[in-house]
């Protein structure tokens, strides 16, 4: 930073003591989050929609749009990747009771162990990465970052 506001004094750089360091964490929590899949040989893009269908609760289902919404993918690529996860038996296709047309989406008992173990495997990356910090200064940077996200979040469900 010092060195910004020597080079540059007619910038203000203060942006920068904050959204480096996130843009540095995220890199770190990328790598926490890789290794955490790789270990229970799931993808990035696989866990979100297993772990999609696990919040839901039993049994465990949502139609292929609520999956896009919580995803924020297209349908193309979310037709692509059910076609994926259930070749490879971590989700099947149930025809929807309400819609005749519908289908529903539903985690079968591998792919709910595969996301159950895979969370476990990125909570504790996660907890590794937060340890130098107090609970109390963890939930207060999770408020801080609630408050800088809220915007973007708005916008997401505005456009789904």
């Known amino acids: 930073m010092a060195a910004w506001r020597r080079e540059r004094p007619d910038l203000d750089?203060?942006?920068?003591?904050v959204l480096s360091r996130v843009s540095r964490l995220a890199r770190h929590l990328d790598r926490a989050r890789r290794i955490a899949f790789t270990e229970h040989g799931l993808e990035p893009w696989e866990f979100d929609v297993l772990t999609a269908l696990r919040r839901a609760g039993a049994p465990y289902q949502l139609s292929p749009g609520q999956l896009l919404t919580q995803t924020l993918v297209t349908s193309g690529t979310m037709t692509n990747r059910i076609d994926r996860l259930a070749k490879k038996g971590l989700v099947e296709r149930l025809p929807d009771p309400s819609d005749r047309r519908g289908v529903l989406v539903r985690l079968t008992d591998a792919g709910r162990d595969r996301?159950?173990?895979?969370?476990?495997g990125l909570l504790e990356q996660e907890r590794a990465i937060l340890a130098r910090l107090s609970p109390l200064q963890r939930g207060e940077l999770a408020?801080?970052?609630?408050?800088?996200?809220?915007?973007?979040?708005?916008?997401?469900?505005e456009h789904d």
């Open 143 to 157: 408020g801080l970052l609630r408050q800088l996200t809220a915007p973007f979040d708005n916008v997401s469900a």
């Open 115 to 120: 996301a159950d173990r895979s969370l476990a």
């Open 13 to 17: 750089v203060e942006p920068l003591e």
